[in-house]
């Protein structure tokens, strides 16, 4: 079995790499291809991947090259986790916004929209020459901002599915909190990626207990805080709204506190430059401690499962994943990427039934979905009228003086990506 990692020099890497070697008999790679066109990056995660694998037993091969054609060529799947401008393009996502008095984040609102527009024409390219080199091979993507990533590839005719961590995570603190096995906490997933809900916790599967009001009754300070909402928040919803809801419900609190801090991007950039260092050292042969603080927890036992189930090696029988709505959602489009719990196999990802949701929710959904159609629209044929539609319909921008603002902004900030610019 071939893999190949297309951002494979991402300091996210050896997180993956650990999952790979502690879960070989799951995913019994025997070539790993990190592909990177910065060269010095892979030299230097290519080196302690090579050393954990070799101090875990795997007995795979790990090769790295900045040659994309070469790197997917024969790959069962390929694994997209890149960043297209890098840690200062997201700088630049989470600062501009801040000026209009809009939240400044790189997966949603407008600096969403900037990534947005920089990633999909990229994330098409390399699509179209895995295709060219293996037609067969499965996409997986953890490309920011998925939903609407995903939906581009699927568009495109790809066998693709999109992937988050934010589901496994919630299970495995659900779990944690509960005091079950991870295996054990099912998840009522609902949404859009980075607009969900947890509507409820089942024990054992789909048709389990719900544990939720117990859950919420016993640990629901411990739940809020971890989200960084107030509980009384989490306690009149009744349900476990994904961290990134607090920029839809807290939205002028969150711009004041961004305001007065330094941003998340200067922190990852802090960051990875402690772990390239750390990486260029040749006695360490496991992912240092410091890399649970760079985001993606659990990401590596997520994408493992995933990639497990699409190529036919067995794989968790039920997986949150984004994929084509058709139907689950009956107030969206059928080709509407969602993320919800699904059934995953060799022909894909099949959702499972979703219950009647609550107007609260479902009208967030579909106009978020509204923004993402236009957002993609932008990204493939460009334009400012477009970047200004698709502003003009995120729940976070909304007012034409905004949204003239921020496509002014958006463009000069990203005009070296964006090509009719």
């Known amino acids: 079995m071939k893999l190949a990692v297309v951002g494979g020099g991402s ?33 230097l995660v290519g080196g302690l991947a090579r050393r954990i694998f070799a101090k875990q037993g795997h007995p795979g091969r790990i ?28 700088q630049q996502d989470e600062t501009w916004p801040l000026e209009c008095g809009c939240v400044g984040q790189e997966t949603t609102g407008a600096g969403g929209l900037a990534k947005a527009l920089r990633t999909v024409p990229v994330v098409l390219d390399i699509a179209e020459r895995v295709r060219r080199t293996n037609p067969n091979a499965w996409i997986i993507d953890f490309t920011n901002p998925v939903g609407i990533v995903t939906r581009a590839l699927l568009q495109a005719g790809h066998k693709a599915v999109g992937l988050c961590n934010v589901a496994i995570g919630f299970q495995r603190k659900f779990a944690k909190l509960l005091d079950v096995a991870p295996g054990q906490v099912h998840l009522d997933h609902v949404g859009l990626n980075h607009l969900t809900w947890e509507t409820g916790v089942r024990i054992g599967g789909p048709g389990g207990d719900d544990v939720l009001p117990k859950l919420l009754a016993e640990h629901g300070g411990a739940v809020a805080e971890d989200l960084h909402m107030p509980r009384e928040i989490v306690d009149r919803l009744g349900v476990v709204p994904s961290y990134y809801l607090r920029y839809y419900y807290q939205h002028d609190a969150v711009v004041e506190e961004l305001r ?60 949150v994943v984004n994929t084509v709505n058709n139907g689950t959602l009956p107030f969206l489009p059928d080709d509407a990427v969602i993320e919800v719990q699904a059934t995953v196999d060799g022909t894909g990802a099949k959702p499972l039934r979703v219950e009647k949701l609550d107007p609260l929710y479902s009208g967030l959904i579909s106009h978020v979905t509204g923004y993402e159609d236009l957002a993609l629209q932008a990204a493939l044929h460009g334009g400012r009228n477009r970047v200004f539609k698709a502003l003009l319909a995120h729940p976070l921008v909304g007012q034409y003086a905004y949204a003239e603002a921020l496509t002014d902004h958006l463009i000069a900030h990203n005009r070296e990506h964006l090509a009719w610019a």
Do not use: C, H, W
């Open 63 to 90: 090769v790295t090259t900045s040659d994309v054609d070469a790197g997917v060529a024969d790959a069962d799947a390929v694994l997209l986790q890149l960043r297209v401008g890098g840690q200062a393009a997201r």
């Open 11 to 43: 300091t996210y890497t050896p997180e993956l790499i650990d999952g790979f070697a502690r879960l070989r008999d799951t995913l019994p790679i025997e070539e790993l291809v990190l592909v990177d066109p910065a060269a010095d990056r892979l030299e």
């Open 260 to 319: 007065t801090k330094p941003s998340r991007a200067a922190e990852v950039a802090a960051m990875e430059r402690q772990l390239l260092e750390m990486y260029g050292d040749p006695a360490l042969d496991e992912k240092p401690e410091l890399l649970a603080k760079r985001g993606g927890a659990f990401y590596s036992e997520a994408a493992v499962d995933l990639a497990a189930s699409l190529l036919g090696n067995g794989g968790s029988p039920y997986q």
